[in-house]
Every structure is written in structure tokens, then in C-alpha cells.
């Protein structure tokens, strides 16, 4: 009888023993794996994040261009929210409206430096863009798709009939970043002239976690 409990006790032993080294091993196998793990999905995560940027800033241009046919049909000319008239800007203030042939040569000259300087935000030009939403100021000047809200951001300005075509575009859905800091922004180059010298106002649409990432242009 003791050599039959003792060889039973060897048994548990030799059972436990084994159970325990091989949960040792597994859980050991677990972190490596996780610690491994992590970095690969904050990266998927963040790719997800950046997709989904891309994709709602490619509905606002879409809803931008229907925007556009529509007062086109309406109203004569094309123009985008935010603006009353095509030759009007969205962010920066200055008159386009001379259509004659001298006034039509200053418009275009006026709209190129609006564009340019547009395009330094976006890292088209000598700078490296505005890459952070706190970027300590900017080249152009930017306002809110939807509105700031309790958005504090000193780069981002308003416009408020703009918000509220916006708006009423998405059938009063707002579209918000998918990144913490991110806010949808957008800028509308002026047109100018008329008759065969008209040229059509364009639409610039960016998310600020990182503008020179996530942009995107309409130009009719």
C-alpha cells in the first residue's frame, strides 16, 4: 500500500511538474507574441484611421462637384459652399469681381498667390506643409467644413453660410476626423473673368492631423 501511494504521488508530481513548465512556456510565448503583436496592430490602427480620412474627404469633394452642377443649373454659374458668387474666395479676402480685361489679368494674378500659397500647406511648395494640427501658423488661411465647434484650433477659421450648405449637403450629418486632433478644413480659390476669359473658382479639402496627407482638390 505505501508503495502504491508513493508512486501515486511521484505521478502527481511528475504531472504537475510538467503542466507547470509547459504553462511557463506558453505564457512566455504569449507575451512574446503580444509585445510583438502590439506595434503591428497600432499600425493597422492607424492605417485604418488614415483610410477612413481619405475616404469621408473624398465624399466632401464628391458632394462638392453635385454642390457645383447644381448652382450651375440654378443659378448660371457654378460655385461652392461658402461662396455667394464664383469669383469669390473661402478663407482669404480679396475681389475678383472686375471682369473687364484689365480687372480679369489682376484676378488671375491674385488667385494664383491664394493657390500658391494653398499649396505651401500642402507641401507642394518650398516648406514642408503643415503637418500638425498645432502647427504654429499657416500660409493660407483655412475654415471649418461643418464648424469648430469647441474646436480651440487658432488655425482653423469659420465660415458660417458655408457650414450651413455644408450642412445641409450631408442632409445635417457631420463628418468628424477619425483622428483625436484631425478637424476637416477647406479653402476655395476664387474664379474670375468672364465670357471666353472666365476661369472657374477651385476647392481645396483637408484633414489637419496632417494637411500634406490628407488633401484633396476639386477643379470643375
Known amino acids: 500500500m505505501k508503495q502504491t501511494l508513493k508512486k501515486i504521488i511521484r505521478n502527481v508530481k511528475s504531472i504537475n511538474g510538467n503542466s507547470l ?19 503591428k496592430l497600432s499600425e493597422m490602427s492607424e ?23 447644381d448652382r450651375a443649373d440654378d443659378e448660371g454659374r457654378g460655385r461652392f ?8 474666395p473661402v478663407g482669404e479676402d480679396y475681389d475678383n469681381t472686375d471682369a473687364s480685361s484689365g480687372g480679369t489679368d489682376a484676378a488671375d494674378s491674385t488667385s494664383r498667390a491664394h493657390e500658391n500659397r494653398i499649396l505651401e500647406d500642402l507641401g507642394y511648395g518650398s516648406s514642408d506643409g503643415w503637418q500638425t494640427y498645432d502647427q504654429d501658423g499657416t500660409y493660407s488661411t483655412w475654415v471649418s467644413v461643418f464648424g469648430k465647434g469647441s474646436n480651440t ?16 449637403l450631408f442632409g445635417d450629418e457631420v463628418l468628424g476626423s477619425t483622428f483625436q486632433d484631425g478637424h476637416y478644413v477647406y479653402a476655395v480659390v476664387a474664379g474670375g473673368g468672364s465670357g471666353a476669359d472666365v476661369y472657374p473658382p477651385v476647392l481645396y479639402v483637408g484633414d489637419v492631423e496632417n494637411m500634406t496627407d490628407f488633401n484633396n482638390v476639386l477643379m470643375p
Open 81 to 88: 459652399p461658402g461662396q455667394s458668387k464664383f469669383n469669390e
Open 153 to 168: 484650433n487658432a488655425n482653423i477659421g469659420t465660415d458660417t453660410d458655408g457650414e450651413v450648405e455644408w450642412t445641409t
Open 21 to 39: 513548465a509547459e504553462f511557463a512556456t506558453t505564457t512566455a510565448l504569449m507575451a512574446t507574441l503580444a509585445a510583438t503583436a502590439a506595434p
Open 47 to 69: 492605417g485604418t484611421k488614415a483610410e477612413k480620412s481619405r475616404n469621408e474627404i473624398d465624399k466632401i469633394i464628391k458632394q462638392a462637384g453635385n454642390f457645383y452642377q
